[in-house]
């Protein structure tokens, strides 16, 4: 099952450039939550901060705390174990392209150490099937790569890989944007269906997507977060003029 | 990011819609005026008026349709399309209670002539003053302005009431004058049907503007 997400007093730093400022936000459980905002705002940088990937670059600072559910992300434990509670998605699927699909799905828990191959075997097929991949896949298991299979595919694909070390918390960097309109609606009922079982927090460009997908959508301008709300709100009637413009197009 | 064309099209579907309006406004103007010198050449005017309002309704129909469709508009955008569909629609009707009026004008002309004790009129001038408002507040985007015309709904109501119970003290007094005084009394429930127009006018114009949800019968639950 999913856990909330609680972020208090979060600022982040490349170099000198403030990147995120003063961030407060309750991320609800086993929903689907959108951050959108133009390019630039501190979206990406925001959910970096949520599985201690911002910290990856030797210039990046972060203060403020996170909790994933009881954990304090900054405090309690190492990136390690926290990128395994908190899996992460991208814009541009990257399955790693000398495994096969069945080595892709498995290579996280073969690198904690995982190694019961009958229970490796029912693993990936959950997940796969989690992630809407199975039936597309199931004869070419050790025979096709994850290169060679379709954009769409191979985002599923990595869907699947990071399902399969069973996470809390989904991250989704614009996880549909390099996709066809048949693969984004996939992966986007894709989504639907995991907030069932985990948090997800999704960063799009694409405004009817959040509105697709997402109960909650948060939106960013300049580091900031403007405006947090229930997404039906945010695109019918937000209470903040500088989201109102964002959406309609009046400036960005 | 910024939707140039996108917003030109909003003021293009805005501009129609006044236009609309304005013959709409025109055509009670014009049934009221041949109600009060009983002018059937007038009441031909208001019925050569409504082919070209049904048009113009459903051409605003289409263009709000297709802005829906291509644009995906979010927010006041948004919501300045729907008001622009239940405007457009209640625009119509005002357009058909003004071709309503100047029947009941044609079947009153064709009647002897009498003198009635109520004043359509006045209840005129009440309605396409709240239609009037009701547009100016559409024009300026002004909710505060759209608020007043609701008021005014009450007065109007009120005006037709008391109408309908003189003439209905009339008719049992004077059963000779019944045709007439039920001709009228038709032409003042077209006159409240205009105010009610104005008033679901300015229900949506508040909409667009501030997001709230004003309606009468939402609010009193009837």
């Known amino acids: ?29 086993n929903h689907a939550t959108a951050l959108i905002g133009p390019s630039g705002c501190g979206k990406s940088t925001f959910v970096r901060c949520l599985n201690r990937m911002h910290e990856t670059n030797p210039i990046a600072r972060v203060t403020g705390t996170v909790k994933i559910g009881d954990l304090d992300i900054y405090n309690d434990v190492s990136p390690v174990v926290i990128r395994r509670r908190i899996g992460m998605v991208f814009q541009r699927p990257n399955p790693f392209p000398t495994m096969s699909i069945y080595d892709n799905v498995a290579s996280g828990l073969r690198l904690n150490g995982f190694r019961n191959r009958q229970a490796l075997d029912e693993i990936v097929e959950r997940s796969l099937r989690r992630a809407a991949l199975w039936d597309e896949v199931k004869d070419d298991l050790k025979r096709k790569s994850g290169a060679s299979i379709s954009g769409g595919q191979q985002q599923r694909l990595c869907i699947a890989r990071t399902l399969a070390v069973d996470p809390e918390v989904l991250l989704m960097d614009e996880p549909a944007s390099a996709l066809d309109p048949i693969s984004t609606a996939k992966i986007e009922d894709l989504i639907f269906q995991l907030k069932s079982e985990y948090t997800i927090v999704i960063v799009t460009h694409n405004m009817q997507q959040a509105a697709r997908v997402a109960e909650k959508t948060g939106f960013f301008l300049n580091g900031q977060l403007v405006e947090f709300d229930a997404t039906t709100k945010i695109f019918t009637n937000p209470s903040d003029k500088r989201t109102e413009d964002y959406i309609t197009g009046r400036f960005g | 990011m910024t939707r140039i064309r996108f917003h030109q099209n909003l003021d293009d579907l805005k501009e129609k819609l006044l236009v609309m309006a304005g013959i709409a406004e025109q055509a009670i103007q014009r049934s009221i005026e041949a109600y009060r010198v009983r002018d059937l050449s007038i009441c031909d005017l208001v019925q050569r008026s409504e082919p070209a309002i049904n048009r113009q309704e459903r051409e605003i129909d289409q263009m709000a349709l297709d802005l829906l469709a291509m644009e995906q508009p979010m927010a006041i955008d948004l919501r300045f399309i729907l008001a622009v569909i239940k405007i457009n629609a209640d625009i119509e009707r005002v357009g058909d209670q003004a071709v309503n009026i100047a029947g009941r004008v044609r079947d009153l002309q064709a ?30 985007a002004d909710a505060d302005l759209a608020e007043s015309v609701l008021t005014m709904d009450d007065q109007v109501d009120q005006m037709n009431n008391a109408i309908y119970r003189t003439l209905s003290k009339l008719i049992h007094d004077e059963p000779s004058q019944t045709p007439q005084a039920l001709n009228v009394l038709l032409i003042a429930r077209n006159l409240e049907r205009v105010g009610d127009h104005a008033t679901n006018i300015a229900e949506d114009v508040i909409f667009w503007v501030s997001g709230a949800d004003v309606r009468r019968h939402w609010r009193t639950g009837s």
């Open chain 1, 1 to 29: 099952m999913g856990v909330g997400i609680e972020v208090k007093d979060l600022n982040a730093w490349y170099g000198s450039t403030h990147t995120l400022r003063d961030i407060h936000l309750n991320i609800p459980a």
């Open chain 2, 111 to 140: 009647m002897p002539p009498v003198e009635l004790p109520v004043d359509i009129p006045k209840l005129a001038s009440m309605s396409a003053s709240m239609v009037r408002r009701a547009l100016q507040a559409f024009i300026d």
